[in-house]
T-cell receptor, first 113, second 112 residues
Framework: KQEVTQIPAALSVPEGENLVLNCSFT??????LQWFRQDPGKGLTSLLL?????REQTSGRLNASLDKSSGRSTLYIAASQPGDSATYLC????????????FGGGTRLMVKP | EAGVAQSPRYKIIEKRQSVAFWCNPI?????LYWYQQILGQGPKLLIQ????????DSQLPKDRFSAERLKGVDSTLKIQPAKLEDSAVYLC??????????FGQGTRLTVV
């Protein structure tokens, strides 16, 4: 059974810092991995989708990397801003392209002005 | 492109009452998911539909929860009777085959 872990569970940083959020998964046979953002009381917003054949994806100040063999992904946020404060979740899809998404517990990020 | 629509946004009920949630996925998305998210945790899959067939409902408490997806489009999730531990946010999502998943705003359920 796939298990997804996100460390740290919470993170507080001053504005302007570059930071890294970690996601690890136990079964490396994944099809793709997706990073989401969740604001308090809201649904999930898709940030980046990385296919298993890809090493990284970039969108603006966000960069997500994938090391499938070691079961790890990182989300890099450059020049953090108070508006980046939210919970960040990663989710993996199994290697048989079955559509089930398994989520980690999330990292709660607070960026202080 | 319209997103995933869910209603209601909030619901407060007493334990042992019943409640239903509705979801309209993105047009053309064959896969529809219902997730339960307890405060401070990641979403947990309750049920996954492919068109109008169930792909995975292994974590659905079938003694009280039921879900259907008529005509492979809209879906409803029902809880009857509700328990205090059912208090959570219920999230609906849709996707194409192994493509990016999109989520609705969720329904926050409080059971008192």
């Amino acid at each position: 059974k796939q298990e997804v872990t996100q460390i740290p569970a919470a993170l507080s940083v001053p504005e302007g810092e570059n930071l890294v959020l970690n996601c690890s998964f136990t079964d490396s046979a994944i099809y793709n991995l997706q990073w989401f953002r969740q604001d308090p009381g809201k649904g999930l917003t898709s940030l980046l989708l990385i296919q298993s054949s890809q090493r990284e994806q970039t969108s603006g100040r966000l960069n997500a990397s994938l090391d499938k063999s070691s079961g790890r992904s990182t989300l890099y946020i450059a020049a953090s801003q108070p508006g980046d404060s939210a919970t960040y979740l990663c989710a993996v899809r199994p290697g048989n392209a079955g559509n089930m998404l398994t989520f980690g517990g999330g990292t709660r990020l607070m960026v202080k002005p | 492109e319209a997103g995933v629509a869910q209603s209601p946004r909030y619901k407060i009920i007493e334990k042992r009452q019943s409640v239903a949630f509705w979801c309209n996925p993105i047009s053309g998305h064959a896969t529809l998911y219902w997730y339960q998210q307890i405060l401070g945790q990641g979403p947990k899959l309750l049920i996954q539909f492919q068109n109008n067939g169930v792909v995975d409902d292994s974590q659905l408490p079938k003694d009280r929860f039921s879900a259907e997806r008529l005509k492979g489009v809209d879906s409803t999730l029902k809880i009857q009777p509700a328990k205090l531990e059912d208090s959570a946010v219920y999230l609906c999502a849709s996707s194409g085959l192994a493509t990016e998943a999109f989520f609705g705003q969720g329904t926050r359920l409080t059971v008192v």
